[in-house]
Every structure is written in C-alpha cells, then in structure tokens.
C-alpha cells in the first residue's frame, strides 16, 4: 500500500533525507521519500501490517525531527 501524507514543521532537507534514510530501514518499508520543499512523505508499505508500521514511522521520525507532525 502506497500513501501520501503532509507534514507540519519539517525545519530542514537535511533533516528529511535523515527521516527517509531511518524509514527505509523499518522492516516491512517497500520504499518510502520524504520531500523537505514539499513537506510530504509517501510511504509503500505491506498492505497487512501498514498501520503497526506507521506507528514505527512516526516513532522513528519523532527522534530525528521532534517538532515535525505526520498529519495521518
């Protein structure tokens, strides 16, 4: 399953290409980008699992980017 999702206070491209890179790593992550001058992230993900996964994404972009918000 593939998404889109707008993000709110992403502060830096460094900061997205860290987040896309962590992401990448999730177990279950087919691939995933997330866009510093569009402030969205597109996430494809096993159908079964995806929302156990996004829990993971949100943890894991919560420790790189605290005040960025994944608008689910």
């Known amino acids: ?11 830096c491209a460094n900061c997205a290409a860290k987040m896309e890179d962590a992401i990448k790593k999730i177990p279950g992550i ?6 510093f001058m569009t402030q969205k992230m597109t996430v494809d993900a096993e159908d079964d699992r995806f929302d156990e996964i996004m829990k993971q994404v949100v943890e894991t972009c919560a420790k790189i980017e605290p005040d960025c918000i994944i608008n689910l």
Do not use: E
Request: net charge positive; aromatic share 6%; proline share 0%.
């Open 30 to 35: 087919r691939d995933a980008s997330v866009s």
């Open 1 to 11: 399953m593939k998404k889109k999702f707008k993000l709110t206070d992403l502060d």
